[in-house]
């Protein structure tokens, strides 16, 4: 479980390790799909195998082969909600 943040030219934003092994990434730099930050970020979301995430529905949809996108335009509430419930996967 930890942070790590980048803060350069391209990259701003931070990733969370949680002990379930998931991890989130929000970005909001001029080379994500938001707004750079002004209202919206960049979130992508992955398991312990690296299978990547989107939130779906009112639930987590798995794409095993890495054949999915970021959740773009999310707005800081979409961001709160995305970490909560990322957090209670088992």
């Known amino acids: 479980m930890n942070f ?3 803060n350069n030219e ?3 934003g931070f990733q969370m390790d949680f002990a379930n092994g998931c991890t989130i990434s929000v970005q909001f730099s001029k ?12 979130v992508a ?5 690296g299978d990547w995430m989107t939130w779906d529905d009112g639930h987590w949809t798995v794409y095993p082969n890495g054949e999915s996108d970021v959740m773009y335009h999310q707005t800081t509430d979409d961001v ?6 990322l957090v209670k996967l088992k």
């Open 45 to 49: 979301a992955w398991n312990g195998n």
């Open 10 to 12: 391209w990259h701003h």
């Open 4 to 6: 790590r943040a980048e």
């Open 31 to 42: 080379g994500s799909y938001c707004d750079r930050g002004e209202t919206t970020a960049e």
């Open 80 to 85: 709160a909600m995305l970490i909560s419930e």
